[in-house]
């Protein structure tokens, strides 16, 4: 039996825009509403991953998105887990606010620390973030024991980051990091249960980065 497939063309750049119509009219089929200072983010997040599971597994701290984005104007940095995210965040929107963007996995100081004590390099890369003296954006979306390490920072040594954005993917560890951090007072971005990645967190920057 053939199917017929209807093909729509468009110009390179009509595509994104046709892409986040089509995510609006597929929220207001399953009569889903998302808050209109949410919906950006969420909406960039279903665009990532063409997954409208997110739509209904997003958490937001009260404020959370203006919050982040007045950080953003105010030239705060952006600390990712994985390199991959790192690529994938606009560093040329970031810059043009005074910000810039950090990976700290690939360190040489980091990997010996790592196997010193027997950690992982993604929450030894935290400590080291935790050094900057700008305003820092956590933005986690592969190694919960970033989480992990950063909710153990916040709650022994009183380090308060600007901002988390918690959406690492994953099995082990993984719903009980993002818990955690949402129980904290910090403001954050959080998706709850096993889903995420380093494109999530990308796009998560990026929607607030464009919403700046």
């Known amino acids: 039996m053939e199917r017929e497939h209807k093909v729509e063309y468009y110009l390179p750049e009509e595509i994104e825009k046709r892409s986040f119509e089509i995510i609006s009219e597929e929220l207001s089929k399953r009569k889903i509403e998302i ?16 997954d409208f599971d997110y739509a209904e597994t997003m958490y937001y701290s009260d404020g959370a998105p203006a919050i982040a984005r007045q950080l953003l104007l105010h ?16 560093k040329k929107a970031l810059a043009a606010l005074g910000g810039e963007a950090h990976c700290f996995m690939a ?13 992982t390099r993604a929450a030894v890369s935290m400590e080291k973030a935790g050094t900057l003296k700008e305003p820092v954006i956590f933005a986690i979306g592969n190694a919960p024991t970033a989480l992990l390490q ?19 993917v994953g099995f082990v560890n993984v719903e009980a990091a993002k818990e955690l951090i949402m129980e904290t007072e910090i403001p954050c971005i959080v998706n709850r249960g096993r889903k995420g990645g380093s494109n999530i967190a990308a796009a998560v920057c990026n929607a607030l980065l464009y919403q700046t």
């Open 35 to 50: 808050p209109p200072d949410q919906a950006p983010v969420t909406k960039r997040v279903i665009h990532t991953s063409a």
């Open 75 to 90: 030239g705060a940095h952006i600390v990712t887990d994985t390199h991959m995210a790192l690529a994938g965040i606009n």
């Open 107 to 119: 360190d040489e100081d980091v990997a010996q620390a790592a196997k010193k004590r027997g950690m």
């Open 150 to 168: 950063l909710y153990k920072m916040i709650e022994e040594e009183n380090y308060r980051p600007a901002f988390i954005i918690g959406v690492p």
